[in-house]
């Protein structure tokens, strides 16, 4: 989590350069919600080009006029005062212009709680009320928000993972906006869209989040056809297995496997052994909080397995095919399959003198 004394070092040292600079955004207004936060966003009327002679060490994206500074390894993005023009594809603008007003360059930003800053002296400066609507809990945009949403459609999914992991309301005409404008998150990347939705289904809010997607009448326009399906559960990887997007949103190789066991899980009962011993713990986990299964008598059960994996049997490939005299084949499968369904279910003891015996019962001609 951020040390906030240490990012208002990073201030201070572009203010000893002689350049105006402030905490802004989620840093700020969780600061006042006492709340921690995991980046920093600095705002200063310093070039990207004078930044990075004052932080030898950092990293220019200047096409976005900003400066990426690394302190400890916590990272601080650093934005010049800024107008925007032109956007394209209802996410980025064409054109920006820099400038030395640190309140138009507030008025470019999303929601008012977002727009709140920070001096090195810990002195708070609020030019657009951000502070009421904390005070009110409710995400409000700054200015037109059907102008917002049309610049920038990603801000409609911000407003819901704001409303969500704040526990905030959105405010009407912010509401009724989203309403109006949802039909451009069509337009959007996957990549983003799953970035925001992630941050959604994570909260311990996740399920009134799903609900205030719903509401707002997101779900066809992001493609979440089964959103509506979801019960309560802060698992994100739940959530994305019971909406089945795996051929349109982006997952890694590992999430696709995880997905594949729960929705697997979801099938079965989950306090089953073979249910536990095939698809594992965290699977059955998920799937269970899903059906509303107390995570406490699924641990107990997976913890009372006989067996966990193939490895733990008290008998060897080796061991099988010496007692069959026979080369590997396919039969290795059933035999283990056979032998793992007999020792989970306590019908076999899990040692060497009785599974080989109960091969040579039923193997042996």
Same mark, same amino acid.
Request: net charge negative.
């Given at each position: 989590m951020i040390d906030l004394d240490m990012a208002?070092?990073?201030?201070?040292?572009? &203010?000893?350069?002689?350049?105006?600079?402030?905490?802004?955004?989620?840093?700020?207004?969780?600061?006042? #919600?006492?709340?921690?936060?995991?980046?920093?966003?600095?705002?200063? &009327?310093?070039?990207?080009?004078?930044?990075?002679?004052?932080?030898?060490?950092?990293?220019?994206?200047?096409?976005?006029?900003?400066?990426?500074? &690394?302190?400890?390894?916590?990272?601080?993005?650093?934005?010049?005062?800024?107008?925007?023009?032109?956007?394209?594809?209802?996410?980025?603008?064409?054109?920006?212009?820099?400038?030395?007003?640190?309140?138009?360059? #507030?008025?470019?930003?999303?929601?008012?709680? &977002?727009?709140?800053?920070?001096?090195?002296?810990?002195?708070?400066?609020?030019?657009?009320?951000?502070?009421?609507?904390?005070?009110?809990?409710?995400?409000?945009?700054?200015?037109?928000?059907?102008?917002k949403f049309n610049e920038d459609a990603l801000r409609i999914l911000r407003a819901v993972r704001f409303a969500t992991t704040l526990n905030f309301e959105i405010e009407d005409k912010t509401k009724e906006a989203i309403r109006k404008n949802k039909i451009y998150l069509r337009e959007l990347s996957y990549e983003r869209k799953k970035e925001e939705l992630d941050k959604i289904f994570f909260s311990p809010n996740a399920y009134a989040g799903v609900q205030l997607l719903l509401e707002l009448g997101l779900d066809k326009d992001l493609e979440l056809d089964k959103l509506d399906q979801i019960t309560p559960t802060n698992n994100s990887l739940g959530i994305w297995s019971v909406l089945d997007v795996v051929d349109k949103y982006p997952f890694s190789n590992n999430e696709k496997e995880l997905m594949e066991s729960i929705n697997c899980a979801l099938e079965r009962n989950n306090l089953d052994p073979m249910s536990l011993y095939k698809y594992g713990l965290y699977a059955n986990s998920v799937a269970g909080s899903i059906k509303n299964i107390d995570i406490k008598d699924i641990t107990e059960s997976y913890n009372n397995l006989i067996i966990h994996s193939r490895k733990e049997l008290d008998i060897t490939s080796d061991d099988i095919m010496n007692l069959l005299n026979r080369e590997p084949g396919s039969y290795m499968t059933d035999i283990y399959e056979d032998v793992e369904y007999e020792v989970l279910y306590r019908k076999l003891s899990n040692d060497k003198y009785s599974i080989e015996n109960y091969i040579k019962n039923k193997y042996v001609n």
């Open positions: 208002l070092k990073v201030v201070e040292e572009i &203010n000893e350069h002689g350049f105006k600079a402030y905490l802004v955004g989620g840093v700020v207004r969780n600061y006042l #919600l006492d709340l921690p936060s995991s980046d920093v966003d600095i705002t200063t &009327n310093a070039t990207p080009k004078e930044l990075m002679e004052i932080f030898e060490d950092s990293i220019s994206t200047e096409d976005y006029g900003s400066v990426t500074v &690394n302190r400890k390894g916590v990272k601080y993005e650093i934005t010049t005062f800024r107008r925007e023009f032109n956007y394209v594809d209802h996410r980025r603008p064409s054109e920006i212009k820099y400038i030395d007003d640190l309140y138009q360059d #507030l008025l470019r930003r999303d929601f008012t709680v &977002n727009a709140i800053c920070m001096n090195k002296d810990k002195e708070i400066i609020d030019y657009l009320c951000g502070q009421d609507d904390i005070k009110l809990r409710l995400i409000r945009s700054l200015g037109d928000p059907n102008v």
